[in-house]
């Protein structure tokens, strides 16, 4: 027969089922028919069976994080961390994706100037405190024993010498720092993928608009972007005013991030974004559109000298340009984002919100002067 051949060559179930020939008995038809046992070279039998089905091996996808909607393939900036081993998750409906940030830029930017507004109210209140202890201060010193070689006093003649918008940003500075040092330890890379990096196609979408602010993952990044904020740091505090700018600084890094969702969604070009680059481009932007006269230079061309307003008009071409012919190196749509919203403080935000923040200053001084009333009953 056909079919018992074909057994014996490819399934290997050791005797064939045959007629009984010689007079066989019931009993030995029954034996022949009986299921292989796990004894001896029976056992061949479920070797070559598991062999026979070996299951087909399986096809690899490419990760959702290395191609986006449009099927092109994702090539990463040296600027941001190697995220292969992060899968984000595009929504079907992108357009939803945009609400909670959307939410969050608006809440964030009014608590931002809130603060700010209720920071410059104490700071103003507590001057004249400040004024009388600098007197003490400066007596206790003259009958104090001075110290040759004091570390502190020459920090603090250091820190005494530095403008106040170069005291300002020494903080955020120092917060940058802190922020790429995490990215050096290898047990905190997941972590700080997901709060530090922001993206529209990942879960967390609201706290990474204002942490990647703070976060570089190259030196070379992190130290153009620190070296632009110090520079521009004396002009646009003594623009703003300490309370102000960092209102500002704050909010145009959730701004810019925003921006940037909006860019991501309509291209279909996801991928993590991080550094302070459109923060700091509303500070370039305020203080060229304020001082469109001003020269400017490159660190390493400091003969080719150009004006504020011409340098602003060439990076607003450019950043353009680059969001949409598609550039990846740098988050184009940040950049241009924290660009038109430094123009657009300057030229109508500061008269919009920071002259009307008369009434929730006070309210705030009328909590501090009265207080908690006490009995809680009415009259």
Known sequence: M??????QRGWGCGRAWAPPAGGRSYEDLTAALAPPRLLGRRFNFFIQQKCGF????RKVEPRRSDTGTTGETYKRSALIPPVEETVFYPSPYPIRTLIKPLFFTVGFTGCAFGSAAIWQYESLKSRVQSYFDGIKADWLDSIRPQKEGDFRKEINKWWNNLSDGQRTVTGIIAANVFVFCLWRVPSLQRTMIRYFTSNPASKVLCSPMLLSTFSHFSLFHMAANMYVLWSFSSSIVNILGQEQFMAVYLSAGVISNFVSYVCKVATGRYGPSLGASGAIMTVLAAVCTKIPEGRL???????FTFTAGNALKAIIAMDTAGMILGWKFFDHAAHLG???FGIWYITYGHELIWKNRE????????MRTNGPKKGGGSK
């Open 297 to 303: 230079a490159i660190i390493f061309l400091p003969m």
């Open 338 to 340: 924290g660009a038109l």
């Open 359 to 366: 009434p929730l200053v006070k309210i705030w001084h009328e």
């Open 2 to 7: 056909a079919w018992r051949g074909w057994a």
């Open 54 to 57: 070996r299951k087909a091996p």
